[in-house]
């Protein structure tokens, strides 16, 4: 066989070892063998080169020992914190180096994990992954990862191994050292963490009782922590998007504030924010209360609205859609929008593993520059919404200062108590939006049995507020 014959051959077989282990694999050919390179799990790009053996037996099996030891590169890292024992395997011959992206040298590859004995190996998983059992899926603790069992012990985790003595028939006194699997072993384990379902509830516990009914929490404790200071930019920024409207503006910052004060209140309105001019603050704005939910935050775009999986809606309390308008069909993404700001529950369609069902406790922002995002029918008040009336924006220096004390943890820690302690009294999370005369809605209608056609002709303070016929 020549050796440029073998070298594609390693190349395909190579890509097909690593793209069924690693999500964003890329294996390129070079004059001495194959480049390896892929992002792990919190998106940091690694890279190993293989150089070729033409008088390697089995070169693929020797990538794939190195695919595996990257693979748990960040995982080793992360047992000083947890305290697990471990014990680093011997590297195969001609395993090849990692090169850290920080520096030149090249980084010794981690061994997959060993425990020293079954004991430590229950308590290690048990600390990492839980069963659940109405799903039949495994759960990875730290980061809510979902994994079917059979992609949970022959793939992910299937070289995580524990040391086992086993006596030798025959021989006084003799045992034989055998490692063996540990993910399938904790898998079928009575002693294994298991759950009867999952929840989102933000603010309880990690694992909720209801009787016997046990329950994972998918909330998680977000970093950031409320801590009174400046908020001089907030306060600036606000002033300009509702001049000489006080009402209004204490109904926003209420608005925003309720959840936070009440961990888990699902609002029955959504905001609306317009502007006719692009760059006034409103997305800037947004990303300051983002950043006081952490991973409990996400912005979508119309796309995440139809597609034909929904991963993004789980775990979320707030909401931002960035020109979130429907297209041709406005009457489509507004019945689509209905059921995310008032339906009590969520089903999460995620690819490749089970549907469940968790609270949806979400609560929605839209931000546009289209006078007429979509279709409202009259007398449907989910919708709050506000024009930004200046057709200005703010100097640049103030959007690089709003920028900088956002980006400062003391900046939106100051934000967070601010909001903490904002008067909530008078506001019902259960109510309708405010009505106001700021908005107006022109019908038009043809003869019977045409089409109705809606065009929103002025969005400022709620969606609709009166109809022309």
């Known amino acids: 066989?020549?050796?440029?014959?073998?070298?594609?051959?390693?190349?395909?077989?190579?890509?097909?070892?690593?793209?069924?282990?690693?999500?964003?694999?890329?294996?390129?050919?070079?004059?001495?063998?194959?480049?390896?390179?892929?992002?792990?799990?919190?998106?940091?790009?690694?890279?190993?080169?293989?150089?070729?053996?033409?008088?390697?037996?089995?070169?693929?099996?020797?990538?794939?020992?190195?695919?595996?030891?990257?693979?748990?590169?960040?995982?080793?890292?992360?047992q000083t914190e947890t305290g697990e024992k471990y014990v680093e395997s011997s590297p195969p011959v001609n395993s090849p180096a990692v090169t850290n992206p920080t520096s030149q040298a090249p980084v010794a590859l981690a061994a997959p994990h060993t425990f020293e004995n079954w004991k430590d190996a229950l308590a290690a998983f048990n600390r990492r992954f839980a069963y659940i059992k109405t799903l039949d899926a495994v759960v990875r603790l730290d980061n809510l990862q979902m994994f079917t069992p059979d992609k949970f012990v022959r793939c992910q985790y299937g070289n995580w191994t524990f040391k086992s003595e086993k006596k030798v028939e025959g021989v006084e006194d003799k045992k034989e050292v055998q490692y063996l699997p540990a993910a399938r072993r904790w898998l079928f384990s009575k002693d294994r963490n298991e759950f009867d379902g999952m929840t989102y509830a933000p603010g309880k516990p990690a694992s909720i009782c209801n009787g016997l009914y046990k329950e994972l929490n998918r909330w998680r404790q977000p970093d950031m922590k409320a801590a009174k200071g400046d908020i001089g930019p907030w306060n600036e920024l606000l002033d300009f998007m509702f001049p000489d409207a006080a009402e209004q503006r204490m109904y926003f910052e209420q608005w925003l504030a309720y959840p936070l004060?009440?961990?888990?209140?699902?609002?029955?309105?959504?905001?609306?924010?317009?502007?006719?001019?692009?760059?006034?603050?409103?997305?800037?704005?947004?990303?300051?209360?983002?950043?006081?939910?952490?991973?409990?935050?996400?912005?979508?775009?119309?796309?995440?609205?139809?597609?034909?999986?929904?991963?993004?809606?789980?775990?979320?309390?707030?909401?931002?859609?960035?020109?979130?308008?429907?297209?041709?069909?406005?009457?489509?993404?507004?019945?689509?929008?209905?059921?995310?700001?008032?339906?009590?529950?969520?089903?999460?369609?995620?690819?490749?593993?089970?549907?469940?069902?968790?609270?949806n406790l979400a609560n929605f922002i839209f931000l546009t520059n289209n006078p007429d995002p979509f279709y409202v029918a009259d007398g449907d008040r989910r919708f709050w919404a506000w024009e930004i009336p200046q057709q200005e924006a703010l100097p640049d220096s103030f959007y690089r200062r709003f920028h900088d004390w956002k980006e400062s943890g003391a900046g939106i820690a100051a934000l967070y108590w601010h909001l903490l302690h904002v008067d909530v009294a008078s506001f019902n999370p259960d109510a309708k939006a405010p009505v106001t005369q700021n908005a107006q809605v022109q019908v038009s209608q043809t003869s019977q049995g045409a089409k109705q056609s809606v065009k929103t002709v002025l969005l400022k303070g709620r969606v609709p507020v009166k109809v022309n016929q």
């Open 261 to 359: 004060q009440h961990p888990g209140t699902k609002l029955k309105t959504a905001v609306v924010l317009y502007s006719r001019r692009q760059g006034v603050g409103k997305n800037i704005m947004v990303e300051a209360v983002e950043k006081i939910y952490g991973s409990n935050a996400v912005e979508i775009g119309e796309s995440q609205l139809y597609g034909s999986f929904n991963f993004w809606q789980k775990d979320k309390q707030f909401v931002v859609g960035d020109e979130v308008q429907g297209g041709g069909d406005k009457r489509k993404v507004i019945e689509r929008l209905k059921i995310l700001i008032t339906s009590p529950t969520l089903e999460i369609n995620e690819k490749y593993m089970p549907q469940f069902s968790i609270p």
């Open 1 to 78: 066989m020549n050796r440029e014959f073998r070298t594609r051959r390693l190349h395909f077989a190579a890509y097909a070892i690593a793209a069924s282990v690693l999500p964003f694999v890329r294996c390129e050919l070079n004059g001495r063998g194959v480049d390896f390179v892929f992002e792990d799990e919190d998106g940091v790009g690694h890279e190993a080169e293989w150089a070729f053996d033409a008088g390697a037996p089995c070169p693929a099996v020797q990538l794939f020992s190195a695919v595996t030891f990257l693979r748990r590169k960040m995982d080793l890292a992360k």
